[in-house]
C-alpha cells in the first residue's frame, strides 16, 4: 500500500499570526492530557474525559498514523510566543478523507483556558484553506453531537450550512446521539472570504 510515509512525504506545518500548526510527536501525549481530562473539554466529544495518560497516548497515535497511512491530517495547536509557546494546547485536522468524492471531514477541540479569544477560528480557516487549495477538496464535513452550540454556532462563523439532524446517528459515552451535519463547499468558502 502507498502511504505518505512510504512516500517520505513532509507533514505540512501552516503558521498564522498567532500559531503554529505543527505535526503531534509522542512527548505531546502530557500536554494533551492536561485538556482532555477535563470533562468541558470532552462534553461533546466521542469519548469521556481521560483518566490516563495511556488513554490520550493511544489517542495521539491514532492521530498520528493518520498521516502515515495518507488518511488525514492532525495538527498540534501551538501559540507562537508568551509561557506557553510550543505547548499543544489543542488539536484540529481532517479525517473521513474520500478522495474520489473530494470530500473530508473536520474534527477540532482546544483547551479550556484558551476558549473565546478567535484562536480556533484562526486554525480553521487555515486548516481550510489548506484543504481547498493542496488537498483538492470540493466539500468540507463537520459532525456536531445536538446540543454543542458552541460548536455549531463556530462552524456557521466560518460559513458552514446546517444540511440536516442525523438522528441517534452515534453511540456516544453510552447513548445513542443525535448529530448535526454542516458541510462548506469550495465556492462557498471562496465567497464567504470575499464578503
Ligand atoms: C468549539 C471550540 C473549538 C471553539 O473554539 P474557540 O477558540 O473558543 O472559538 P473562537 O474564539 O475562534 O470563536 C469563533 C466563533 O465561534 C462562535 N463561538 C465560539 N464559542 C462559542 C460559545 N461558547 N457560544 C456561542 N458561540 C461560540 C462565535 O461565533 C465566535 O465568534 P465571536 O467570538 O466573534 O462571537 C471550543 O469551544 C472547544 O474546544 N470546545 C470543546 C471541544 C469541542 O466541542 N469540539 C468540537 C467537537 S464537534
Known sequence: MVTFKSLNLEFPQLETERLLLRELKSTDAE???RYLSDPEVTR????????SLKQTQDLLNFLVSLFEKGEGFRWGITLKSGNAA??????CGYHAWAKDHFRAEIG????????GQGIMAEAIKTLLAFGFEHMALHRVEAMVLVGNTASARFLEKLGFQQEAVLRDYEFVQGRF???LLFSLLS???????TS
Open 44 to 51: 461533546y466529544l466521542a469519548t469521556p474525559a481521560h483518566r
Open 187 to 193: 465556492k462557498n468558502y471562496a465567497s464567504h472570504l
Open 177 to 179: 446521539r443525535d448529530v
Open 31 to 33: 500536554a494533551m492530557y
Open 108 to 115: 477540532y477541540e482546544l483547551a479550556r483556558a484558551y476558549w
Open 86 to 91: 510550543g505547548v499543544i494546547i489543542g488539536t
